[in-house]
């Protein structure tokens, strides 16, 4: 796609439509996949496992990401460890907390330090990100995913957020920072900026990527072309 190639950060696919995964899987433009119970709920997934193993079927080079979703933690390392054991491509998803607020550091250490790759998600906080980058091992992949686009929902810059946690996370040589919750075609740019490594886009967002250096006055004009044409199709007459 024009204006992809100047970008260096990773474009994940967020979605749990497997029809759409595989679509995109070859278009060839995402790096990765990412998936939650909440996506795989609105798309109609009936049986998690079986959804998770035709999409890695379908994808089997490219990192996907699947997330536990017991309370406790106990019930998340069973999950996690099944969840692993579907394919090498596999990233586990731990929230950062459950439900009650506790912290699932323990958890990500055990797991990191067995050599279970993870993604840290749910992340909205420095002191979160902190805890995680403890917690991971060095020498295990891993990623940590700030919800960057929630945060800017408070009426919070997400940027320092981001780069603030680009520096935490360099003593991490094998941990990514994604860029989540993207909200425009702008967040692609600050992501790339900070230097995050990855984030998930979604199609629509997508699309917009050949808009990236466009002349502000002849997308003025074509805008203007634009309100032009739908009222004459339309009929409209005052």
Not at 8 to 14: E, T, V
Not at 66 to 84: C, H, Q, T, W
Not at 116 to 141: F, G, H, M, R, W
């Amino acid at each position: 796609m024009s204006g992809l190639p100047q970008f260096r950060i990773k474009l994940y696919a967020d979605g749990a439509d497997l029809h759409g995964m595989i679509e995109e899987y070859k278009k060839g433009i995402a790096s990765g996949f990412t998936t939650n119970p909440t996506l795989m709920k609105k798309a109609g997934v009936k049986s998690y496992e079986e959804f998770a193993k035709a999409a890695l079927k379908a994808i089997p080079d490219l990192p996907i990401s699947f997330e536990v979703f017991s309370d406790d933690l106990p019930g998340m390392e069973r999950e996690a460890r099944k969840i692993g054991s579907w394919g090498n491509n596999v990233y586990i998803k731990i929230p950062v907390t459950n439900t009650k607020g506790e912290s699932t550091a323990p958890l990500v250490k055990k797991l990191s330090h067995d050599g279970l790759k993870l993604n840290v998600t749910a992340i909205l906080a420095v002191d979160q990100v902190k805890t995680v980058a403890s917690a991971l091992s060095p020498t295990t992949p891993s990623i940590v995913s700030i919800f960057a686009g929630r945060i800017a929902d408070t009426g919070v810059d997400p940027m320092p957020i981001m780069k603030e946690s680009v520096k935490i996370l360099k003593s991490n040589p094998k941990t990514e920072l994604l860029w989540a919750s993207t909200r425009e075609l702008l967040n692609l740019i600050q992501a790339e900026s900070c230097g995050c490594h990855i984030i998930t886009i979604t199609n629509d967002i997508l699309k917009k990527v050949p808009l990236v250096g466009k002349d502000l006055n002849q997308l003025s004009l074509e805008t203007v072309q634009m309100f032009y044409s739908d009222a004459q199709s339309a009929g409209y007459k005052i």
